[in-house]
């Protein structure tokens, strides 16, 4: 199933031309992806908004606005704006769109501080002045009235699904209740695509389905970072927890030629391997499991690359004295809360030698200067050669794109994905029902 699915995300990606159009450049001269698809002939390609006549149409697009709200307002929009040429498509196609989405984790009834009504101005405002209308339901009334009040071209948003217990349950009623609802679903919710939600998993089964163009987006460059990648190929896990990404360190030493290991998960390695870590975060009970990736990793001539320097200070807060160490002189009194500069240019270095690249995680802890340095020099290299085309770059979950917006360099990478959980299960290898659901409709 997965192999299949990173075949019909290859495809996706040279059927849409604008799936790159959609976000950054894949390096000149790289003939990747055209060599990948040949061999893909056989496989099942997913429908796409190309497959789909939508003049006149209802069409239900699952959408992932889970944005980070202040004050009654989204904060960061990234995830309205790369969804939004999608909805402007289809509009500009005469569908009559209807959009879903959640927000928040509301467990099934209303909660007036996750509605989605802040986000249909939102969403106005990324579709370029289209009007957007709300429904302050998603399968009662008014949702009902507003979907058949739709003109050719118009947009309407429903409110939160999660408001509604059917939708996390995958409720064959409830996906049943949306469907009514409208004709055509197309799904363009990657970052929701490792959740079987009702308007996710049960609703794909039951209109003809299509991934959006953000979803054809996010899949192929997916696949063309770790599935048919151009080697050299290197992985950096950065963040707190090896306990977190266990899986996702397992999968990556068996497909990456060097995996870089950074943040406070790198402790744990370094303890394991007899290193003094002072107070620094290390999740000491988990040496055993350490140990067994690096023998794994040997065993598949996969390179570990951890910190050979550090930026220790005796706490996080902003103005304790920060200092160097090399990282067999770590304090028994302080803790390492960055790479060092040997580290950090090693790293930069390394990567010239890449090819393709995957990140994932911050190398320290980048919210509080100056241990946001590490992360920073790296991220800029990476940038850096990923703009004059030497590297595919492909970075995405939680912390990461933070990260790289802070460094400044995000817009540089090839591709940042929309998503966290999903974009982790996918570096896991596990099956994504998403994406399962959208295989499995354009077979049907
Ligand atoms: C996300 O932000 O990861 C997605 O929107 C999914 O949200 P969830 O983690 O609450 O399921
Ligand atoms: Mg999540």
Known sequence: MREGASAAALALLRAGERAAKERQHLPEGRSRLGDANEKTGTMPELRTLDDLDVRGKRVLVRVDLNVPMKDGKPSDTTRIDRVAPTIDELARKGARVIVLSHLGRPKGKPVAGYSL?????????????????????????????????????????????????????????????????????????????????ASVEALARLLPAAAGRLMEAELGHLAAALEKPERPLSALVGGAKVSTKLALLGNLVAKVDSLVIGGAMANTFLAALGRQVGKSLCEHELAETARAILASAAARKC????????????????????HVVDIEAVPAGEMILDIGPRTAAALAQHLEGCRTLVWNGPLGAFETPPFDSGTNKVARAAAALSKAGKLLSVAGGGDTVAALHHAGVAQDFSYVSTAGGAFLEWLEGKELPGVAALEAAAKA
């Open 117 to 197: 009504a802040p986000l249909a101005p939102a969403l106005e405002k990324s579709l370029g002045g289209r009007k957007v209308a709300f429904a302050r339901d998603s399968v009662g009334p008014e949702a009902r009235a507003v979907a058949a009040k739709l003109e050719d071209g118009q947009v309407a948003l429903l409110e939160n699904l999660r408001f509604e217990p059917g939708e996390e349950a995958n409720d064959a009623r409830f996906a049943k209740a949306l469907a009514a609802l409208g004709e055509l679903y197309v799904d363009d919710a990657f970052a929701c695509a490792h959740r079987a939600h």
């Open 303 to 322: 390179a570990i690359l951890l910190p050979t320097d550090a930026v220790v200070a005796a706490g996080l807060e902003a103005g304790s004295a920060a």
